[in-house]
Protein backbone atom coordinates (compact mmCIF):
# COMPACT_ATOMS: atom_id res chain seq x y z
CA UNK A 1 0.00 0.00 0.00
CA UNK A 2 1.59 3.16 -0.88
CA UNK A 3 -1.33 5.22 0.70
CA UNK A 4 -2.16 4.55 3.83
CA UNK A 5 -4.95 4.94 6.44
CA UNK A 6 -3.67 7.07 9.06
CA UNK A 7 -6.38 8.37 11.28
CA UNK A 8 -3.74 11.42 12.08
CA UNK A 9 -3.39 11.97 8.37
CA UNK A 10 -4.22 15.65 7.64
CA UNK A 11 -7.27 15.87 5.97
CA UNK A 12 -7.39 17.38 2.70
CA UNK A 13 -10.43 20.16 1.95
CA UNK A 14 -12.53 18.89 -0.75
CA UNK A 15 -12.20 20.06 -4.34
CA UNK A 16 -16.05 21.88 -3.39
CA UNK A 17 -16.80 23.31 -0.12
CA UNK A 18 -20.69 22.59 -0.68
CA UNK A 19 -22.14 19.39 -3.13
CA UNK A 20 -25.04 22.30 -3.64
CA UNK A 21 -22.15 23.31 -6.45
CA UNK A 22 -22.09 20.17 -8.34
CA UNK A 23 -25.91 19.19 -8.09
CA UNK A 24 -26.63 22.44 -9.49
CA UNK A 25 -24.23 22.61 -12.47
CA UNK A 26 -25.02 19.15 -13.05
CA UNK A 27 -28.64 20.27 -13.45
CA UNK A 28 -28.13 23.82 -15.15
CA UNK A 29 -25.60 21.80 -17.81
CA UNK A 30 -27.21 18.50 -18.44
CA UNK A 31 -25.29 16.25 -16.49
CA UNK A 32 -27.90 14.44 -13.83
CA UNK A 33 -31.75 15.42 -13.82
CA UNK A 34 -34.01 13.71 -10.64
CA UNK A 35 -35.78 11.36 -11.71
CA UNK A 36 -39.46 11.72 -13.12
CA UNK A 37 -38.92 15.26 -11.64
CA UNK A 38 -42.48 16.70 -13.44
CA UNK A 39 -44.07 13.84 -10.95
CA UNK A 40 -42.18 15.46 -7.90
CA UNK A 41 -38.89 12.64 -8.57
CA UNK A 42 -38.62 9.22 -7.26
CA UNK A 43 -35.89 9.57 -3.99
CA UNK A 44 -32.87 7.73 -4.62
CA UNK A 45 -33.12 7.57 -8.73
CA UNK A 46 -31.24 10.12 -10.89
CA UNK A 47 -31.46 10.50 -14.50
CA UNK A 48 -28.39 10.99 -16.90
CA UNK A 49 -28.80 13.88 -19.18
CA UNK A 50 -26.96 14.52 -22.75
CA UNK A 51 -23.62 15.63 -20.85
CA UNK A 52 -23.97 12.87 -17.75
CA UNK A 53 -24.13 10.23 -20.42
CA UNK A 54 -21.27 11.08 -22.09
CA UNK A 55 -19.27 10.85 -19.15
CA UNK A 56 -20.53 7.95 -17.14
CA UNK A 57 -19.31 6.32 -20.63
CA UNK A 58 -16.18 7.76 -20.98
CA UNK A 59 -15.70 6.74 -17.18
CA UNK A 60 -17.36 2.80 -18.37
CA UNK A 61 -15.03 2.62 -21.37
CA UNK A 62 -11.87 3.55 -19.47
CA UNK A 63 -12.16 1.05 -17.37
CA UNK A 64 -13.02 -0.80 -19.87
CA UNK A 65 -9.68 -0.06 -21.87
CA UNK A 66 -7.72 -0.62 -18.39
CA UNK A 67 -8.99 -4.11 -17.04
CA UNK A 68 -9.91 -5.97 -20.35
CA UNK A 69 -8.83 -4.24 -23.39
CA UNK A 70 -5.34 -3.65 -22.36
CA UNK A 71 -4.78 -7.14 -20.66
CA UNK A 72 -4.34 -10.65 -21.68
CA UNK A 73 -5.53 -12.09 -18.58
CA UNK A 74 -9.18 -10.23 -18.24
CA UNK A 75 -11.73 -10.91 -20.59
CA UNK A 76 -15.29 -9.28 -20.40
CA UNK A 77 -18.80 -10.48 -19.65
CA UNK A 78 -22.71 -9.37 -19.37
CA UNK A 79 -24.94 -11.41 -17.41
CA UNK A 80 -28.32 -11.24 -16.95
CA UNK A 81 -29.93 -8.53 -14.02
CA UNK A 82 -32.33 -11.36 -13.01
CA UNK A 83 -30.90 -14.58 -12.17
CA UNK A 84 -31.98 -18.04 -10.74
CA UNK A 85 -33.10 -17.29 -6.71
CA UNK A 86 -30.91 -19.44 -5.54
CA UNK A 87 -27.58 -17.68 -6.53
CA UNK A 88 -28.66 -15.19 -3.62
CA UNK A 89 -29.14 -17.98 -1.48
CA UNK A 90 -26.04 -19.55 -1.99
CA UNK A 91 -24.29 -16.37 -1.96
CA UNK A 92 -25.16 -15.58 1.40
CA UNK A 93 -27.73 -12.52 0.41
CA UNK A 94 -30.30 -13.81 1.25
CA UNK A 95 -29.55 -14.29 4.71
CA UNK A 96 -27.25 -11.77 5.39
CA UNK A 97 -27.01 -8.54 3.34
CA UNK A 98 -28.67 -6.38 5.47
CA UNK A 99 -28.15 -3.21 7.65
CA UNK A 100 -29.30 -2.09 10.83
CA UNK A 101 -32.44 -0.15 10.73
CA UNK A 102 -33.89 1.95 13.69
CA UNK A 103 -37.00 3.62 13.02
CA UNK A 104 -37.99 6.89 15.15
CA UNK A 105 -41.47 5.95 17.27
CA UNK A 106 -43.14 9.20 16.53
CA UNK A 107 -42.91 10.07 12.96
CA UNK A 108 -41.82 6.57 12.09
CA UNK A 109 -38.40 7.81 9.87
CA UNK A 110 -35.86 5.03 9.03
CA UNK A 111 -32.72 5.29 9.72
CA UNK A 112 -29.52 3.38 9.06
CA UNK A 113 -27.94 2.76 12.30
CA UNK A 114 -24.53 3.08 11.34
CA UNK A 115 -25.14 6.64 9.61
CA UNK A 116 -26.60 8.15 12.61
CA UNK A 117 -25.02 11.07 14.46
CA UNK A 118 -23.21 9.33 17.58
CA UNK A 119 -22.36 6.13 15.70
CA UNK A 120 -19.14 7.30 13.84
CA UNK A 121 -16.79 5.32 15.77
CA UNK A 122 -18.57 2.17 16.48
CA UNK A 123 -17.62 -1.27 15.66
CA UNK A 124 -19.46 -3.56 13.66
CA UNK A 125 -20.02 -5.42 17.25
CA UNK A 126 -21.51 -2.62 18.64
CA UNK A 127 -23.75 -2.04 15.76
CA UNK A 128 -24.90 -5.37 16.21
CA UNK A 129 -25.76 -5.05 19.77
CA UNK A 130 -29.87 -5.29 20.16
CA UNK A 131 -29.55 -2.38 23.63
CA UNK A 132 -27.09 -0.31 21.54
CA UNK A 133 -29.92 2.19 21.01
CA UNK A 134 -30.66 2.51 24.48
CA UNK A 135 -27.15 2.65 25.35
CA UNK A 136 -25.81 5.35 23.62
CA UNK A 137 -29.32 7.19 24.08
CA UNK A 138 -29.88 7.37 20.65
CA UNK A 139 -32.79 9.67 19.38
CA UNK A 140 -34.24 10.52 15.91
CA UNK A 141 -32.01 13.27 14.43
CA UNK A 142 -35.18 14.61 12.77
CA UNK A 143 -37.96 15.48 16.07
CA UNK A 144 -35.06 13.77 18.63
CA UNK A 145 -37.83 10.87 18.78
CA UNK A 146 -37.60 7.62 20.61
CA UNK A 147 -35.74 5.06 18.03
CA UNK A 148 -36.58 1.44 17.95
CA UNK A 149 -33.88 -1.18 18.76
CA UNK A 150 -32.15 -1.93 15.32
CA UNK A 151 -33.13 -4.76 12.68
CA UNK A 152 -31.88 -6.08 9.61
CA UNK A 153 -33.03 -4.73 7.26
CA UNK A 154 -32.72 -7.03 3.40
CA UNK A 155 -31.09 -4.37 0.82
CA UNK A 156 -32.52 -7.13 -1.98
CA UNK A 157 -35.14 -5.86 -4.65
CA UNK A 158 -37.57 -8.44 -5.00
CA UNK A 159 -40.13 -8.74 -7.72
CA UNK A 160 -41.84 -11.85 -9.10
CA UNK A 161 -41.15 -13.57 -12.95
CA UNK A 162 -43.86 -14.34 -14.94
CA UNK A 163 -47.39 -13.97 -14.60
CA UNK A 164 -48.37 -15.45 -11.15
CA UNK A 165 -47.26 -13.47 -7.84
CA UNK A 166 -46.68 -15.84 -5.11
CA UNK A 167 -43.66 -16.98 -3.87
CA UNK A 168 -42.29 -19.84 -6.00
CA UNK A 169 -41.88 -16.66 -8.54
CA UNK A 170 -39.71 -14.62 -6.51
CA UNK A 171 -37.04 -13.36 -7.98
CA UNK A 172 -34.37 -10.43 -7.13
CA UNK A 173 -32.50 -7.67 -9.05
CA UNK A 174 -29.04 -8.35 -8.25
CA UNK A 175 -27.73 -6.50 -5.52
CA UNK A 176 -24.11 -6.86 -7.37
CA UNK A 177 -22.31 -8.06 -10.97
CA UNK A 178 -19.85 -10.19 -9.37
CA UNK A 179 -22.39 -13.48 -9.13
CA UNK A 180 -22.94 -13.49 -12.77
CA UNK A 181 -18.92 -14.04 -13.35
CA UNK A 182 -19.25 -17.01 -10.33
CA UNK A 183 -22.00 -18.61 -11.78
CA UNK A 184 -20.60 -18.29 -15.17
CA UNK A 185 -16.92 -19.32 -14.30
CA UNK A 186 -16.93 -22.42 -16.06
CA UNK A 187 -17.96 -21.70 -19.09
CA UNK A 188 -16.22 -18.80 -19.76
CA UNK A 189 -12.63 -20.67 -18.45
CA UNK A 190 -13.91 -23.45 -20.86
CA UNK A 191 -14.65 -21.09 -23.87
CA UNK A 192 -11.11 -18.83 -23.61
CA UNK A 193 -9.51 -21.54 -22.56
CA UNK A 194 -7.99 -19.18 -19.72
CA UNK A 195 -5.30 -20.40 -17.43
CA UNK A 196 -4.77 -19.17 -14.11
CA UNK A 197 -4.57 -16.14 -12.85
CA UNK A 198 -7.22 -14.51 -14.63
CA UNK A 199 -10.28 -12.22 -14.65
CA UNK A 200 -14.21 -11.57 -15.64
CA UNK A 201 -14.72 -8.07 -15.84
CA UNK A 202 -18.48 -6.90 -16.18
CA UNK A 203 -20.36 -3.22 -16.34
CA UNK A 204 -23.97 -2.95 -15.22
CA UNK A 205 -26.98 -2.08 -13.37
CA UNK A 206 -27.25 -3.14 -9.59
CA UNK A 207 -29.85 -2.40 -7.31
CA UNK A 208 -30.24 -2.23 -3.34
CA UNK A 209 -33.22 -0.89 -1.41
CA UNK A 210 -30.47 1.43 0.69
CA UNK A 211 -32.04 2.75 3.73
CA UNK A 212 -30.49 6.10 3.59
CA UNK A 213 -30.02 6.76 0.00
CA UNK A 214 -28.28 10.34 -0.54
CA UNK A 215 -25.86 12.95 -1.23
CA UNK A 216 -26.43 12.71 -4.93
CA UNK A 217 -25.29 10.14 -7.08
CA UNK A 218 -23.12 8.97 -4.45
CA UNK A 219 -25.59 6.02 -3.17
CA UNK A 220 -28.17 5.54 -5.06
CA UNK A 221 -31.11 2.34 -4.95
CA UNK A 222 -30.22 1.39 -9.05
CA UNK A 223 -26.48 2.56 -9.74
CA UNK A 224 -23.99 0.52 -12.21
CA UNK A 225 -20.82 -1.30 -11.06
CA UNK A 226 -17.94 -1.88 -12.71
CA UNK A 227 -16.46 -5.10 -11.36
CA UNK A 228 -13.78 -7.89 -11.62
CA UNK A 229 -13.06 -11.01 -10.59
CA UNK A 230 -9.72 -12.29 -10.60
CA UNK A 231 -9.20 -16.15 -10.19
CA UNK A 232 -6.41 -17.14 -8.72
CA UNK A 233 -4.20 -20.06 -7.13
CA UNK A 234 -5.05 -20.06 -3.73
CA UNK A 235 -1.57 -19.51 -1.99
CA UNK A 236 -0.97 -16.61 -4.51
CA UNK A 237 -4.42 -14.81 -3.50
CA UNK A 238 -2.48 -12.75 -0.53
CA UNK A 239 0.02 -11.57 -3.10
CA UNK A 240 -2.25 -11.14 -6.17
CA UNK A 241 -4.77 -8.95 -3.77
CA UNK A 242 -1.29 -6.53 -2.87
CA UNK A 243 -0.90 -5.69 -6.56
CA UNK A 244 -4.63 -4.80 -7.28
CA UNK A 245 -4.71 -2.59 -4.74
CA UNK A 246 -2.33 0.44 -6.04
CA UNK A 247 -2.98 -0.50 -9.50
CA UNK A 248 -6.91 0.17 -9.16
CA UNK A 249 -5.62 3.33 -6.78
CA UNK A 250 -3.07 4.27 -9.61
CA UNK A 251 -6.21 4.17 -12.11
CA UNK A 252 -8.21 7.42 -10.34
CA UNK A 253 -4.83 9.50 -10.42
CA UNK A 254 -3.95 8.73 -14.11
CA UNK A 255 -7.59 10.47 -14.63
CA UNK A 256 -6.75 13.28 -12.94
CA UNK A 257 -7.98 13.05 -9.17
CA UNK A 258 -5.99 14.49 -6.87
CA UNK A 259 -3.41 12.27 -4.73
CA UNK A 260 -4.23 14.10 -1.63
CA UNK A 261 -7.92 13.17 -1.62
CA UNK A 262 -7.99 9.58 -1.98
CA UNK A 263 -7.05 7.08 0.53
CA UNK A 264 -6.70 3.48 1.67
CA UNK A 265 -9.00 2.15 4.50
CA UNK A 266 -8.58 -1.29 5.93
CA UNK A 267 -12.06 -3.39 6.67
CA UNK A 268 -10.99 -4.01 10.79
CA UNK A 269 -12.14 -8.06 11.29
CA UNK A 270 -15.51 -7.27 12.56
CA UNK A 271 -16.35 -5.62 9.45
CA UNK A 272 -15.50 -7.75 6.79
CA UNK A 273 -18.51 -8.83 4.80
CA UNK A 274 -19.32 -12.32 5.02
CA UNK A 275 -17.80 -13.35 2.48
CA UNK A 276 -14.70 -11.46 2.74
CA UNK A 277 -10.93 -12.37 3.98
CA UNK A 278 -9.61 -8.62 3.44
CA UNK A 279 -11.17 -5.75 2.43
CA UNK A 280 -9.32 -2.54 1.51
CA UNK A 281 -11.31 0.42 -0.17
CA UNK A 282 -10.09 3.18 -2.04
CA UNK A 283 -11.62 6.45 -0.33
CA UNK A 284 -11.88 9.97 -1.90
CA UNK A 285 -12.37 12.77 0.38
CA UNK A 286 -15.82 14.17 -1.16
CA UNK A 287 -17.27 17.00 0.21
CA UNK A 288 -19.21 15.11 2.95
CA UNK A 289 -16.49 13.16 3.89
CA UNK A 290 -14.06 10.13 3.25
CA UNK A 291 -16.23 7.91 1.69
CA UNK A 292 -15.29 4.37 -0.44
CA UNK A 293 -14.69 5.07 -4.35
CA UNK A 294 -13.77 1.41 -4.51
CA UNK A 295 -13.33 -2.05 -2.55
CA UNK A 296 -10.81 -4.37 -3.12
CA UNK A 297 -11.00 -7.96 -1.49
CA UNK A 298 -9.98 -11.21 -0.93
CA UNK A 299 -12.83 -13.42 -1.33
CA UNK A 300 -10.79 -16.29 -0.77
CA UNK A 301 -12.74 -19.55 -1.68
CA UNK A 302 -16.24 -18.78 -0.54
CA UNK A 303 -18.31 -17.84 -3.72
CA UNK A 304 -17.16 -20.92 -6.14
CA UNK A 305 -16.90 -23.32 -3.19
CA UNK A 306 -20.59 -21.99 -2.17
CA UNK A 307 -22.00 -22.70 -5.38
CA UNK A 308 -20.10 -26.02 -6.57
CA UNK A 309 -21.85 -27.43 -3.04
CA UNK A 310 -25.56 -26.23 -4.00
CA UNK A 311 -25.55 -26.62 -7.63
CA UNK A 312 -23.63 -30.23 -7.49
CA UNK A 313 -21.37 -28.56 -10.21
CA UNK A 314 -17.85 -29.25 -10.77
CA UNK A 315 -16.26 -25.44 -10.36
CA UNK A 316 -13.14 -26.69 -9.57
CA UNK A 317 -10.03 -25.62 -11.55
CA UNK A 318 -7.71 -28.34 -13.29
CA UNK A 319 -3.96 -27.13 -13.46
CA UNK A 320 -2.50 -29.29 -16.28
CA UNK A 321 1.06 -27.88 -15.18
CA UNK A 322 0.91 -29.53 -11.72
CA UNK A 323 -2.20 -31.68 -12.14
CA UNK A 324 -3.99 -30.55 -9.49
CA UNK A 325 -7.62 -30.04 -8.95
CA UNK A 326 -8.59 -27.25 -6.50
CA UNK A 327 -11.10 -24.20 -5.62
CA UNK A 328 -9.82 -20.76 -7.16
CA UNK A 329 -9.42 -17.83 -4.85
CA UNK A 330 -10.95 -14.95 -5.98
CA UNK A 331 -9.97 -11.38 -6.06
CA UNK A 332 -12.49 -8.81 -7.07
CA UNK A 333 -12.30 -5.23 -7.62
CA UNK A 334 -15.54 -3.64 -6.97
CA UNK A 335 -16.46 -0.11 -8.27
CA UNK A 336 -19.00 2.15 -8.98
CA UNK A 337 -19.37 4.08 -12.54
CA UNK A 338 -21.36 6.40 -10.93
CA UNK A 339 -19.33 7.22 -7.93
CA UNK A 340 -16.15 7.29 -10.14
CA UNK A 341 -18.14 9.50 -12.83
CA UNK A 342 -19.02 11.66 -9.40
CA UNK A 343 -15.91 11.70 -8.35
CA UNK A 344 -14.14 13.11 -11.66
CA UNK A 345 -16.94 15.72 -11.61
CA UNK A 346 -16.53 16.76 -8.38
CA UNK A 347 -12.85 16.75 -8.68
CA UNK A 348 -12.13 18.33 -11.95
CA UNK A 349 -14.79 21.57 -10.41
CA UNK A 350 -12.28 25.14 -10.62
CA UNK A 351 -13.12 28.37 -10.00
CA UNK A 352 -10.83 31.38 -10.61
CA UNK A 353 -10.84 34.75 -11.11
CA UNK A 354 -9.77 35.95 -14.44
CA UNK A 355 -10.01 39.51 -15.99
CA UNK A 356 -12.58 40.33 -13.12
CA UNK A 357 -14.70 37.69 -14.12
CA UNK A 358 -15.48 34.60 -12.33
CA UNK A 359 -14.46 31.29 -14.63
CA UNK A 360 -15.59 27.93 -13.67
CA UNK A 361 -14.28 24.99 -15.18
CA UNK A 362 -14.08 21.69 -15.25
CA UNK A 363 -10.69 20.19 -15.78
CA UNK A 364 -11.51 16.43 -16.81
CA UNK A 365 -9.59 14.31 -18.69
CA UNK A 366 -9.62 14.65 -22.44
CA UNK A 367 -10.88 11.28 -22.13
CA UNK A 368 -13.28 11.78 -19.53
CA UNK A 369 -14.66 15.58 -21.09
CA UNK A 370 -18.08 14.47 -22.79
CA UNK A 371 -17.03 16.75 -26.15
CA UNK A 372 -13.36 16.66 -26.89
CA UNK A 373 -14.09 19.88 -29.05
CA UNK A 374 -16.30 22.84 -29.83
CA UNK A 375 -16.39 24.42 -32.99
CA UNK A 376 -17.38 28.48 -33.04
CA UNK A 377 -17.80 30.86 -35.35
CA UNK A 378 -16.60 34.16 -34.53
CA UNK A 379 -18.52 35.57 -36.92
CA UNK A 380 -22.27 33.64 -37.58
CA UNK A 381 -23.58 36.50 -39.56
CA UNK A 382 -21.37 35.17 -42.58
CA UNK A 383 -22.38 32.13 -44.17
CA UNK A 384 -18.82 31.04 -45.32
CA UNK A 385 -17.37 31.18 -41.98
CA UNK A 386 -20.56 28.74 -40.88
CA UNK A 387 -20.01 26.68 -43.49
CA UNK A 388 -16.42 25.59 -42.76
CA UNK A 389 -17.15 25.20 -39.08
CA UNK A 390 -20.16 23.03 -40.68
CA UNK A 391 -17.56 20.55 -42.04
CA UNK A 392 -14.86 20.72 -39.62
CA UNK A 393 -17.53 19.08 -37.08
CA UNK A 394 -18.78 16.98 -39.27
CA UNK A 395 -15.39 15.58 -40.20
CA UNK A 396 -14.19 15.48 -35.96
CA UNK A 397 -17.60 13.67 -35.38
CA UNK A 398 -16.50 10.65 -37.39
CA UNK A 399 -13.40 10.20 -34.63
CA UNK A 400 -14.92 11.92 -31.72
CA UNK A 401 -17.81 14.00 -29.74
CA UNK A 402 -17.25 17.45 -31.12
CA UNK A 403 -20.37 19.97 -31.33
CA UNK A 404 -21.05 23.48 -33.00
CA UNK A 405 -22.25 26.42 -31.28
CA UNK A 406 -23.21 29.71 -32.33
CA UNK A 407 -25.71 30.75 -29.84
CA UNK A 408 -23.90 33.56 -27.98
CA UNK A 409 -20.18 35.94 -28.30
CA UNK A 410 -17.01 33.84 -28.26
CA UNK A 411 -16.05 34.93 -25.20
CA UNK A 412 -19.25 33.24 -23.58
CA UNK A 413 -18.99 30.50 -25.84
CA UNK A 414 -15.45 29.61 -24.22
CA UNK A 415 -16.86 30.22 -20.52
CA UNK A 416 -19.71 27.67 -21.08
CA UNK A 417 -17.52 24.79 -23.06
CA UNK A 418 -15.31 25.23 -19.91
CA UNK A 419 -18.06 24.84 -17.50
CA UNK A 420 -18.66 21.70 -19.11
CA UNK A 421 -15.30 20.12 -19.39
CA UNK A 422 -14.36 20.42 -23.36
CA UNK A 423 -10.65 20.54 -23.49
CA UNK A 424 -10.36 22.32 -26.88
CA UNK A 425 -12.04 25.05 -28.74
CA UNK A 426 -11.76 25.92 -31.80
CA UNK A 427 -12.72 29.01 -33.98
CA UNK A 428 -13.06 30.08 -37.21
CA UNK A 429 -13.06 33.82 -38.29
CA UNK A 430 -12.95 35.73 -41.39
CA UNK A 431 -8.89 35.17 -41.79
CA UNK A 432 -9.29 31.18 -41.40
CA UNK A 433 -11.33 32.21 -45.20
CA UNK A 434 -8.23 34.15 -46.18
CA UNK A 435 -4.88 31.87 -44.62
CA UNK A 436 -6.79 28.41 -43.81
CA UNK A 437 -6.09 28.44 -40.67
CA UNK A 438 -8.34 28.55 -37.38
CA UNK A 439 -7.73 29.23 -33.61
CA UNK A 440 -7.51 26.49 -31.14
CA UNK A 441 -8.17 27.22 -27.47
CA UNK A 442 -7.04 25.25 -24.67
CA UNK A 443 -9.20 25.05 -21.79
CA UNK A 444 -6.98 25.11 -18.53
CA UNK A 445 -4.41 27.39 -19.93
CA UNK A 446 -6.75 29.33 -21.96
CA UNK A 447 -3.74 29.81 -24.59
CA UNK A 448 -4.34 30.16 -28.12
CA UNK A 449 -2.38 28.21 -30.82
CA UNK A 450 -3.07 29.29 -34.85
CA UNK A 451 -2.84 25.87 -36.91
CA UNK A 452 -3.56 24.73 -40.36
CA UNK A 453 -7.54 23.95 -40.97
CA UNK A 454 -5.97 20.95 -43.26
CA UNK A 455 -5.13 18.36 -40.64
CA UNK A 456 -6.70 19.58 -37.07
CA UNK A 457 -8.47 16.42 -36.83
CA UNK A 458 -5.29 14.25 -37.14
CA UNK A 459 -4.31 16.95 -34.22
CA UNK A 460 -6.87 16.25 -32.25
CA UNK A 461 -6.72 12.82 -32.93
CA UNK A 462 -3.21 12.59 -31.80
CA UNK A 463 -4.25 15.15 -28.88
CA UNK A 464 -6.20 12.29 -27.74
CA UNK A 465 -3.74 9.71 -27.92
CA UNK A 466 -1.21 11.48 -26.10
CA UNK A 467 -3.31 12.42 -22.95
CA UNK A 468 -4.11 8.57 -23.04
CA UNK A 469 -0.56 7.72 -23.14
CA UNK A 470 0.75 6.30 -20.18
CA UNK A 471 -2.36 5.63 -18.65
P1 LIG B 1 -21.17 1.12 1.03
O1 LIG B 1 -20.32 0.75 2.21
O2 LIG B 1 -20.91 2.54 0.52
O3 LIG B 1 -22.60 0.80 1.17
P2 LIG B 1 -20.41 -1.33 -0.17
O4 LIG B 1 -19.17 -1.64 0.60
O5 LIG B 1 -21.66 -2.04 0.16
O6 LIG B 1 -20.66 0.24 -0.19
P3 LIG B 1 -19.66 -2.79 -2.50
O7 LIG B 1 -20.65 -3.84 -2.25
O8 LIG B 1 -18.22 -3.08 -2.27
O9 LIG B 1 -20.08 -1.47 -1.71
O10 LIG B 1 -19.90 -2.22 -3.97
C1 LIG B 1 -18.84 -1.86 -4.82
C2 LIG B 1 -18.98 -0.44 -5.31
O11 LIG B 1 -20.27 -0.21 -5.87
C3 LIG B 1 -18.84 0.64 -4.24
O12 LIG B 1 -17.48 0.92 -3.97
C4 LIG B 1 -19.53 1.81 -4.89
O13 LIG B 1 -18.66 2.48 -5.78
C5 LIG B 1 -20.64 1.14 -5.67
N1 LIG B 1 -21.90 1.20 -4.90
C6 LIG B 1 -22.31 0.36 -3.93
N2 LIG B 1 -23.51 0.73 -3.46
C7 LIG B 1 -23.87 1.84 -4.16
C8 LIG B 1 -25.01 2.69 -4.15
N3 LIG B 1 -26.05 2.46 -3.34
N4 LIG B 1 -25.04 3.74 -5.00
C9 LIG B 1 -24.02 3.98 -5.85
N5 LIG B 1 -22.91 3.21 -5.91
C10 LIG B 1 -22.84 2.16 -5.09
Redesign the pocket.
Known amino acids: MTAQTDPAQHDPAPAVANLETIVSLAKRRGFVFPSSEIYGGINAVWDYGPLGVELKNNVKRAWWRAMVQERDDIVGLDAGILMHPQVWVTSGHVESFTDPLVECRTDNRRFRLDELPGTERLSQTDLRDPRIVERLRLRCPVDGGELSPPRRFNLMFRTFMGPVEEDASVVYLRP?TAQGAYVNFRNVQQSTRKKLPFGIAQVGK?F?N?IT?GNF?????E?E?M?MQYFVRPERAAELFEEWLPRRHAWYLSYGVTPERLRYREHAPDELAHYARKAV?VEYRFPFGW?????VHNRGDWDLGRHAEASGENLSYFDPATNESFIPFIVET???A???AFTFLIDAYREEVVRGEKRVSLALHPDLAPYKVAVLPLLKKRPEIVELCQKIVADLRTDMMAVYDDTASIGKLYRRQDEIGTPWCVTVDVDSLEDGALTIRQRDSMEQQRVPVEGVKRLFVDRLAAARSGI
Open positions: EAREPVFRTRFQEDKELEGAAGDRA
